[in-house]
């Protein structure tokens, strides 16, 4: 298997009361894991495909490639986003970038929970930065692959799919985000900002 189930850094209870451990078992345990087992499925039927020569289901494939190897990426890294000892605001580089950037922390804090509370049906808000501009971005991703900036790298998302949240929320998602915010591992999205750069596109 090319896609493995991984083991969160935390207990499904650790989260509480800001995720209920119920709501986060059922998201790791069950959705996480079939975007494991659709990757890894897809990588066999795209090898039966080149086997047999026969290519008149590669654009399906292709589509659910991108669909689950990108929801297990965007998934794997969520649960290192959150931590039971996370909120606050970041510190050192990440911070003077936020500012540089956004303005300010707070107008970063804005313009993220937007994006994510505002996504039409299901998908993710995300901080990235961009390697080409050497700019931190938001973006608003759709599903869990569509509405990117090619090559720009995540470093902290939200997960905003009714299946992140329904079971504890109900349909105020926009609690969801707030409370995902009082989680928030600031010193691994550090961590991930110092090694996106040094990413090269071009
Ligand atoms: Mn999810």
């Known amino acids: 298997m090319t896609y493995v189930l ?9 989260l509480e009361p800001h995720y209920q451990a119920e709501n986060l078992e059922l998201h790791h345990s069950k959705h996480h894991a079939a975007y494991v087992a659709g990757a890894n499925t897809t990588l066999e039927r795209l090898e039966d495909a080149r086997a047999a020569q026969d290519y008149s289901g590669l654009v399906g494939l292709e589509k659910t490639l991108a669909f689950n190897v990108s929801g297990h990426v965007l998934h794997s890294l969520f649960w290192n986003n959150l931590s039971p000892d996370g909120g606050g605001q970041p510190e050192g580089e990440l911070a003077a970038a936020i500012d540089e950037h956004f303005g300010s922390f707070d107008a970063l804090r804005a313009q993220l929970s937007q994006a994510a509370v505002l996504v039409q049906g299901s998908g993710w808000g995300a901080l990235a930065f961009e390697p080409l501009s050497r700019r931190l971005m938001v973006e608003q991703i759709y599903d869990h692959h569509a509405n990117l900036v090619h090559g720009a790298v995540p470093l902290l ?15 105020v998602r926009a609690d969801f985000v707030n409370a995902l915010w009082e989680v928030v591992n600031w010193p691994d999205v550090a961590a991930r900002f110092a090694r996106a750069q040094t990413a090269a596109l071009a």
């Open 6 to 14: 991984p083991d969160l850094p935390y207990d499904y209870s650790a």
């Open 157 to 171: 998302v939200f997960d905003v799919w009714e299946h992140a949240y329904y079971l504890q929320y109900h349909n």
